[in-house]
């Protein structure tokens, strides 16, 4: 099973390094974004930002507090 998984890393393109550097930085970013969005300190500050796609110049503030006003 070893010699499956073995990788020949003089054999790797560019394009095989860039899409390795690529997954392993994506796989730390979603890391990081899974911990600070669980994180119980910033529920209040993810809790501000809710409703910013119903926000625009005119209704600000409609959407508030899970109701239509």
């Known amino acids: ?17 860039v899409g390795l550097i690529m997954t392993v930085v994506v796989f730390f970013v979603m890391i990081w974004a899974y911990v600070y969005t669980f994180n119980p300190k910033n529920h209040d500050k993810l809790e501000d930002q809710r409703f910013i796609p119903f926000d625009d110049d005119e209704n600000k503030d409609q959407f508030r507090n899970g109701e239509k006003k």
């Open 1 to 17: 099973m070893g010699d499956y998984f073995q990788t020949d890393w003089a054999a790797m393109t560019v394009n095989d390094w």
